[in-house]
């Protein structure tokens, strides 16, 4: 699978939007974008994933570039319940792999 | 509808004893994952499983290290002789897909983890 390369770190504001933005240069046409987060002593949550196409749901947009090298991911109204690690993970199309999860962006949202 | 649930929420054990870890993923969920994530470390593939089969054992640590699932839902997670670096939070997680092609979609939903603390 493409490794994938985010900040270590970002603040946002309450109430704002928090765009957290992951660089996947190396991924290939069949593979997707997923977004998870871990809130602190819980297990991942699925966020969304996309392929190529930008897509919305009622957590979080995921804005893909065109040439898929990197791609961000926007809350779009930010709360304090959204502080957590949030992992851009790449991963293929074969049914059963495992997702790599690297050490992700630690999203700090002040109040 | 219920999630993938996990059992005990926490083991405090002593080295040497062997512990067995329950997943039980979300209901019609044909794969099951098992990851574990030691202190401030990310996540580690353990096995998965599709149906009651186990195509890839790659990530057991050890032989010290099994995993079974029965009826293909409830997974049980076992640790012969724990050590002291096997403390970690031992996630779980199920999606819905069978085998093949697509899976990009296949979704994980992961359940709330067992806190394993070897003494």
């Known amino acids: 699978d493409a490794k994938t390369t985010q900040p270590p770190s970002m603040d946002c504001a309450e109430g704002r939007a928090a765009n957290l933005p992951c660089n996947h240069s190396?991924?290939?046409?069949?593979?997707?974008v997923y977004w998870y987060r871990q809130i602190h002593s819980q297990g991942p949550q699925y966020i969304i994933h996309?392929?190529?196409n930008n897509e919305t749901n009622e957590m979080a947009s995921l804005i893909i570039t065109e040439d898929r090298k990197s791609s961000t991911l926007i809350l779009p109204h930010a709360t304090l319940r959204d502080t957590a690690v949030y992992y851009c993970i790449v991963r293929g199309f074969t049914y059963g792999q495992n997702f790599v999860f690297g050490p992700g962006t630690r999203l700090s949202v002040l109040p | 509808g219920a999630g993938v649930s996990q059992s005990p929420s926490n083991k405090v054990t002593e080295k040497g004893k062997d512990v067995e870890l329950r997943c039980d993923p979300i209901?019609?969920?044909?794969?099951l994952y098992w990851y574990r994530q030691s202190l401030g470390q990310g996540l580690e593939f353990l096995i998965y499983f599709q149906g009651n089969s186990a195509p890839d054992k790659s990530g057991l640590p050890s032989d010290r290290f099994s995993a079974e699932r029965t009826g293909g839902s409830v997974s049980t997670l076992t640790i012969q002789r724990t050590q002291q670096e096997d403390s970690a939070v031992y996630l779980c997680?199920?999606?819905?897909?069978?085998?093949?092609w697509g899976g990009g979609t296949d979704t994980q939903y992961f359940g709330p983890g067992t806190r394993l603390t070897v003494l």
């Open positions: 209901s019609g969920h044909t794969a």
């Open positions: 997680a199920s999606s819905p897909v069978g085998t093949g």
């Open positions: 996309g392929l190529k």
């Open positions: 190396t991924i290939s046409g069949n593979e997707y």
